[in-house]
């Protein structure tokens, strides 16, 4: 056999097994990794209507289902998406009372001309289709420019939404209290202003804000057990951010930060520190551009019970972090890049882990503990 065919074989056999199933080591649990489904354009978020059927959204601005592998046709009735740089249709949710109103909840930047913004829409849906229709939330002043749309939504037990928003790459805009961009906002799924807001009872502020001084939350997740509120977003060249979120402080940025200039490498703001501003409760040099968390509490992992798993862009990988009290005690990097970049990571209903991957050939895999 000459080498060119040897060779024309070996690419062959690497291609074909490619997307294989592999096996990956870590401290406390060994596991699989398999792939669901592929073709999915730069997904940015999941959710599970059940064990076999998953909604899947596509930044170009496609809803679709994927069902025992397979892709649907796009949900009907998608409102007008605007496509800019990081924005398009981005996160969705679940009504905790999804199986019995078939409500969701979804974000997406839009506007005109003058501007563009994070907005998210209430909606039925029904038979693929999306009824009616109700827009929750328009962040204001709307601007020009597709940086740091946040667009993670939290839905509560108690009927709240928490939808985190970044600061549109004007980074001021994060400290000043009329404006919503850099912020966690908190509204009820009514699209009221919860009474207990923070700054519900103010003049000259956005009533809707909860937390503020955030450069571009892209994860948040509740506590069941405890309440507790947990987001990560991301910094400049350093300095992202794990927060245990409180209602009404002031984040730092960009006045403190972890993280430095862009090409100079220089300081941004006052430093690390500054009275009246909260610390973060882990953060990371370099970035690992943090696209989502989530707290484990399934029993495939029963060692990762209570864990925070972090999803990373930059370095295709899944942090694991281990918890008291409320500090980072301990932390694995799972993963390096060998799936691409990972958007988002989430529990399943059959306890295994799922992730998608940042790609024009977006795909779905799955994680599987090995015991």
């Given at each position: 056999?000459?080498?060119?065919?040897?060779?024309?074989?070996?690419?062959?056999?690497?291609?074909?097994?490619?997307?294989?199933?592999?096996?990956?080591?870590?401290?406390?649990?060994?596991?699989?990794?398999?792939?669901?489904?592929?073709?999915?354009?730069?997904?940015?978020?999941?959710?599970?209507?059940?064990?076999?059927?998953?909604?899947?959204?596509?930044?170009?601005?496609?809803?679709?289902?994927?069902?025992?592998?397979?892709?649907?046709?796009?949900?009907?009735?998608?409102?007008?998406?605007?496509?800019?740089?990081?924005?398009?249709?981005l996160d969705v949710a679940l009504d905790h009372n999804f199986e019995n109103n078939q409500t969701i909840y979804f974000s997406y930047?839009?506007?005109?001309?003058?501007?563009?913004?994070?907005?998210?829409?209430?909606?039925?849906?029904?038979?693929?289709?999306?009824?009616?229709?109700?827009?929750?939330?328009?962040?204001?002043?709307?601007?020009?420019?597709?940086?740091?749309?946040?667009?993670?939504?939290l839905v509560s037990n108690n009927k709240h939404l928490f939808i985190t928003l970044g600061d549109r790459g004007e980074k001021n805009r994060a400290q000043d209290l009329n404006d919503h961009a850099g912020s966690?906002?908190?509204?009820?799924?009514?699209?009221?202003?919860?009474?207990?807001?923070?700054?519900?009872?103010?003049?000259?502020?956005?009533?809707?804000?909860?937390?503020?001084?955030?450069?571009?939350?892209?994860?948040?997740?509740?506590?069941?057990?405890?309440?507790?509120?947990?987001?990560?977003?991301?910094?400049?060249?350093?300095?992202?951010?794990?927060?245990?979120?409180?209602?009404?402080?002031?984040?730092?940025?960009?006045?403190?930060?972890?993280?430095?200039?862009?090409?100079?490498?220089?300081?941004?703001?006052?430093?690390?520190?500054?009275?009246?501003?909260?610390?973060?409760?882990?953060?990371?040099?370099?970035?690992?551009?943090?696209?989502?968390?989530?707290?484990?509490?399934?029993?495939?992992?029963?060692?990762?019970?209570?864990?925070?798993?972090?999803?990373?862009?930059?370095?295709?990988?899944?942090?694991?972090?281990?918890?008291?009290?409320?500090?980072?005690?301990?932390?694995?990097?799972?993963?390096?890049?060998?799936?691409?970049?990972?958007?988002?990571?989430?529990?399943?209903?059959?306890?295994?882990?799922?992730?998608?991957?940042?790609?024009?050939?977006?795909?779905?895999?799955?994680?599987?503990?090995?015991?």
């Amino acid at each position: 056999m000459n080498i060119s065919i040897k060779l024309l074989m070996l690419f062959l056999f690497i291609s074909c097994n490619a997307d294989a199933d592999e096996y990956f080591d870590s401290k406390k649990h060994n596991f699989l990794v398999e792939m669901v489904t592929e073709g999915l354009e730069f997904p940015w978020s999941i959710e599970f209507l059940g064990k076999e059927k998953i909604l899947v959204t596509e930044k170009a601005g496609r809803l679709r289902t994927i069902t025992n592998g397979q892709l649907s046709e796009p949900v009907k009735n998608i409102p007008n998406i605007i496509v800019a740089g990081q924005g398009g249709l981005l996160d969705v949710a679940l009504d905790h009372n999804f199986e019995n109103n078939q409500t969701i909840y979804f974000s997406y930047s839009a506007g005109n001309f003058l501007g563009i913004g994070t907005e998210v829409i209430k909606s039925r849906l029904i038979n693929n289709e999306l009824k009616n229709i109700e827009v929750l939330f328009r962040a204001t002043p709307k601007s020009m420019g597709g940086q740091h749309f946040g667009s993670r939504i939290l839905v509560s037990n108690n009927k709240h939404l928490f939808i985190t928003l970044g600061d549109r790459g004007e980074k001021n805009r994060a400290q000043d209290l009329n404006d919503h961009a850099g912020s966690l906002i908190r509204i009820n799924n009514d699209a009221s202003i919860p009474t207990d807001n923070p700054f519900a009872h103010l003049s000259n502020v956005k009533t809707e804000i909860y937390s503020y001084g955030h450069r571009n939350i892209q994860g948040i997740v509740s506590n069941q057990d405890t309440g507790e509120i947990w987001t990560v977003e991301h910094g400049p060249q350093g300095g992202d951010e794990l927060n245990l979120i409180k209602p009404g402080v002031n984040y730092g940025w960009p006045i403190i930060t972890y993280g430095v200039n862009y090409v100079t490498g220089t300081k941004i703001g006052d430093g690390t520190h500054k009275k009246g501003m909260e610390q973060p409760v882990h953060h990371w040099i370099p970035s690992i551009a943090a696209s989502s968390i989530m707290l484990y509490d399934g029993d495939q992992f029963p060692a990762w019970r209570g864990n925070i798993l972090v999803s990373s862009l930059r370095f295709g990988q899944i942090v694991r972090l281990e918890i008291v009290d409320g500090q980072v005690i301990s932390e694995e990097r799972l993963l390096n890049g060998e799936l691409g970049r990972i958007r988002e990571v989430k529990q399943g209903p059959d306890g295994f882990l799922y992730l998608i991957t940042d790609d024009s050939n977006g795909k779905l895999f799955r994680i599987k503990s090995v015991k």
